[in-house]
Nanobody, 126 residues
């Protein structure tokens, strides 16, 4: 059974940086997609970025392009989200997700992923 545990959230001022990590346990192979999602209070969970084991990245949220970078360390079985130039509107609970579905990794939305971590809070103050 695949389990995901996020870490690295916290509170920062606008313009600051954070790196989120997601440790993967259990069997996972190259058929899996991995992704980061976020959910602000009163809003739906939205896709931020995804990555395949082959390293193909997608950024569904145009506002994070150029500021966020998703990466996957296959050997350490750890997913990362490097977040720079953070803005108050980036404040949300961030979730790591995985899925072994057959389609492409990106632009599936939250319903396209079936394994979730518990989330880590990111708060950006102005």
């Amino acid at each position: 059974q695949v389990q995901l545990v996020e870490s690295g959230g916290g509170s920062v001022q606008a313009g600051g940086s954070l790196r989120l990590s997601c440790a993967v346990s259990g069997f996972i192979d190259s058929s899996y997609c991995m992704g980061w999602f976020r959910q602000a209070p009163g809003k739906e969970r939205e896709e931020v970025a995804t990555i395949s084991f082959g390293g193909y990245r997608t950024y569904a949220d145009a506002s994070v392009q150029g500021r966020f970078t998703i990466s996957l360390d296959n050997a350490k079985k750890t997913l990362y989200l490097e977040m720079n130039s953070l803005r108050p509107e980036d404040s949300a609970a961030y979730y790591c997700a995985a899925d072994d579905g057959p389609s492409g990794c990106g632009f599936r939305g939250a319903r396209g992923y079936n394994i979730w971590g518990q989330g880590t809070q990111v708060t950006v103050s102005s």
